[in-house]
């Protein structure tokens, strides 16, 4: 381990309302550093993904033998898949029955001595009975249980997956609604693209539709193409010691265009962005962020609302949203994504439409994501976004995801 956590708070812009919630509380970094062999490679797997009532993205699966039901939050950069389990307190409410390990013949809990579970902090672990039992303290809330591995059924594909059999969970968690837990796709030994032994995973966000989640080969096949692609860059923090990695998948920003001009400073002041699924808003570097309300302003040709409603920065009559322009981000190796004004201005309830992109001043970045960007679901919404592990690239091709489960 030996990695600083990073803090990073961000505002999810969520229909007039917006949420604090904490990155790292779906997040704790207790299984990264794993030396672990993975399973088979999971082939093609495709998993409908739908938008939750609090702005998250959620894929329902099974856990155990026989199978119990399981939704959990899609998180991009969590490091590994986590459940609330019985017998669970506190725990957040769910809408589906806690998972019983005791009820699945396939449930098998971590020995103290295995190398999975004393790769977790001392201060995090607490062994009994030759029992793996772990607490993560986070920002948004601390999450204990145990350690184990179990059948997933996920999409059509069946594998022996290591998780967090959570059975302490923060009430301040309730913030992520009825899911049950999270499923991690980070860059990291325990994550589910890892466990799955994939080469490339993509996914396409559909707004109030559902969307799909693509692990192997189908990625590639409805994701690729000549779309040109951006190189992931790997950012490590002083006294790192996971072999130069970490959970982010980050890329290089060229620049930003609205309405086909070049916005001054968006690539000096921001070169680094971080993706994420958690996050509905996106976040700029200041300058970057400064120069983007000037742009928009002159674009639509009428001044802001003086007082804009919380926790927005930038609004207008919801008139001018048809003059808006589109917004487009161009990556290192010549990749693009379009953004349209509906995916960047959002009605506030009360005639305005308000931008969800802010500066990423106000989220107090450290660590390996101090000076980063980060781009949010909703400016990721109708694209498949492919991650093309083997070859280490990002890519993005504008698509109807609704069309594709």
Known sequence: MGRPVATL????????????????????????????????????????????????????????????????????????????????QPCFEQDLPLFDPTKSSTFRGLPCGSHLCESIPESSR?????????????????????????????????????????????????TIGGPSGIVGLGRTPWSLVT??????????????????LFLGATAKQLAGGKNSSTPFVIKTSAGSSDNGSNPYYMVKLA???????????????????????????????????????????????????????????????????GDAPELVFTFDGGAALTVPPANYLLASGNGTVCLTIGSSASLNLTGELEGASILGSLQQENVHVLFDLKEETLSFKPADCSSLT
């Open 255 to 321: 620049g930003i265009k609205t309405g086909g001009a070049p916005l001054q400073a968006a690539s000096s002041s921001g070169s680094t962005v971080l993706l994420d699924t958690v996050s509905r808003a996106s976040y700029l570097a200041d300058g970057a962020y400064k120069a983007l309300k000037k742009a928009l302003t002159a674009a639509v040709g009428v001044q802001p609302v003086a007082s804009p409603p919380k926790p927005y920065d930038l609004c207008f009559p919801k008139a001018v949203a």
């Open 195 to 212: 466990q799955m032994n994939v080469t490339a995973f993509s996914y396409c966000l559909a707004g109030k539709s559902s969307g799909a």
């Open 9 to 88: 708070f961000v505002l999810c812009f969520i229909s007039v309302t917006a949420c604090s919630l904490s990155e790292q509380a779906t997040r704790g970094r207790l299984l990264a550093g794993v030396d672990a062999t993975p399973p088979a490679a999971g082939g093609a797997v495709a998993v409908p993904i739908y938008l939750s009532s609090q702005g998250l993205y959620v894929a329902n699966f099974t856990i155990g033998t026989p199978p119990q039901p399981v939704s959990a939050v899609v998180d991009l950069t969590g490091e590994l898949v986590w459940t609330q389990c019985t017998p669970c």
């Open 126 to 174: 607490n062994c009994t009975s030759d029992v793996c039992i772990y607490e993560a303290p986070t920002k948004a809330g601390d999450t204990g249980g145990k350690a184990g591995t179990d059948t997933f059924a996920i999409g059509a594909a069946k594998e022996t997956l290591g998780f967090g059999c959570v059975v302490m969970t923060d009430k301040r968690l309730k």
